[in-house]
């Protein structure tokens, strides 16, 4: 995040807060979009425990352009695995899968290195990402 | 009524005596050739063109419609209305524009806001197309947040997909690499530049949106 050997100012910090799926599970789909953009839109970078269905990915990028303004706030960077394949019995049960592990942040702080099944590797690179 | 004013009388008709009619929309990133491959499948099949293509991203900021195309293969047919749509992206950014382009800055902050209009125009014709032609780039990697979203749609909606691995005439190009991704599509390698392969292209997309399939409404 800086220069080798220069320290950040505590106003150039920035938050990376891990959103437990207890909280995530509290939210109705919408309010779930509006907490995740709100918090974006502030400059934070969200780790979600349980991460966003496609239908819930695409409703977010769609609500991410209706906030788009240009000199600062231009979108932003999502990464995440799906729900994982359910076993026959989770089938037969049928318990519900929920999406994997997600990392959304503002698009010109957090940039995606690489991502493979193993690891999604990303950057915060204030002023930099997108 | 819906039905009468949405659709022509011939297509209606073409309906009714069991002949096969699809709304195939093109999808994709910004920049994965869609307006490209829109351009060779009408000018193989109708002699038209979709739309102008640019190295620039978001060129196509509105979706572009053709309808009554008809296309064979090996005594199949298929008649479909195909929509063009503008790429989806999580991201616009004038500055982009402005420092890889060489835009003026008025012109790439139209752009920009026209690209976000056009993203949302783009996510909401999901729900009124019967499948989906979504084309990736072949020489980039095909794990991108967007490609997965989208797939994760179609496969939520219940549509069928069919992948066009674009650019095989660029010599990094992979398509094996997007098989390999995406195991449970089929994928057709094509070059929309050249046509090269286009007629496997055009026999997947008969066999595959031939078929009725019941989809699922949105949530």
Redesign the interface.
């Known amino acids: 995040m800086g220069k080798k050997g220069k320290k950040l100012k505590n106003e150039d910090s920035i938050a990376v807060n891990l959103v437990s799926r207890q909280k995530l599970d509290e939210f109705t789909?919408d309010e779930k979009i509006k907490f995740i953009l709100k918090e974006v839109q502030n400059g934070k970078v969200l780790v979600l425990e349980h991460g966003l269905?496609?239908?819930e990915?695409?409703d977010l990028?769609?609500k991410?352009?209706?906030e788009?303004k240009?000199d600062t706030f231009?979108?932003?960077?999502?990464?995440?695995y799906?729900e994982e394949k359910p076993s026959f019995f989770k089938k037969i049960l049928g318990v519900i899968q929920k999406p994997r592990m997600t990392v959304i942040g503002p698009?010109?702080l957090l940039k995606?290195i690489n991502?493979?099944n193993n690891m999604i590797e990303t950057k915060i690179i204030p002023g930099k990402g997108? | 009524m819906g039905l009468f004013r949405r659709r022509s009388l011939k297509s209606f008709l073409r309906r009714i005596f069991g002949k096969k009619q699809a709304k195939i929309g093109i999808y994709g990133p910004p920049n994965v050739g869609k307006t490209t491959l829109a351009n060779r499948i009408l000018q193989d099949w109708t002699g038209e063109q979709m739309g102008s293509v640019s190295e620039v991203p978001h060129e196509t900021r509105m979706a572009a419609w053709e309808n009554d195309v008809k296309i064979e293969n090996n005594g199949s047919s298929l008649y479909m209305d195909i929509v063009d749509t503008p790429g989806i992206s999580t991201k616009v950014d004038f500055k982009e524009f402005i420092n890889k382009f060489k835009m003026d800055k008025d012109e790439a902050k139209q752009r920009a806001k026209e690209a976000t209009e056009g993203v949302i125009e783009s996510i909401r014709s999901l729900d009124d197309v019967d499948g989906i032609l979504l084309v990736m780039d072949s020489t980039r990697d095909p794990f991108t947040q967007v490609n997965v979203t989208i797939l994760g749609n179609l496969e939520a909606r219940n549509l069928p997909v069919l992948i066009a691995a674009n650019k095989i005439d660029q010599k990094t190009s992979s398509p094996a690499t997007l098989k390999a991704a995406f195991p449970q599509h089929p994928v057709v390698p094509i070059s929309a530049l050249t046509g090269y392969n286009s007629d496997d292209l055009y026999s997947h997309m008969i066999t595959h949106f031939g078929k009725k399939k019941s989809r699922k409404k949105r949530r």
């Open positions: 789909a269905t496609a239908l990915q695409s990028i769609e991410t352009m209706k788009i240009q231009i979108g932003i960077e999502m990464e995440g799906g698009a010109h995606t991502k493979d997108g």
